[in-house]
């Protein structure tokens, strides 16, 4: 666990989640170590700015595959019977 990451109890989280994540999205605390029986179990962060996040969709695929020149993509596969 970071230094600077606040760790709670399941028991202290459940009682103060609305206000935990209020602080997260605020910037108030970095991020929230929730541990049970003294094991951390969760942790939760606010989300990365937009332009930090990764691409979603077919955005996250592009320049990940390559088709073959000879390749049809536009007729069967398999004959049907």
Known sequence: ??????????AAFRA??????D???AH???RVVVTK??????????PMDEAAQ??????AMERQ??????LEFTSPVLETQ
Request: aromatic fraction near 0%; charge should be negative.
């Open 37 to 46: 029986r003294g094991r951390p179990v969760a942790l939760l962060a606010p």
């Open 1 to 10: 666990m970071a230094d600077d990451a606040l760790e709670t109890s399941i």
């Open 54 to 59: 990764p691409p979603l969709g077919a955005a």
């Open 65 to 70: 595959a390559i088709a073959l020149e000879k």
């Open 23 to 25: 602080q997260l999205a």
């Open 16 to 21: 103060a989640t609305l206000d935990l994540l």
């Open 28 to 30: 108030g605390i970095p």
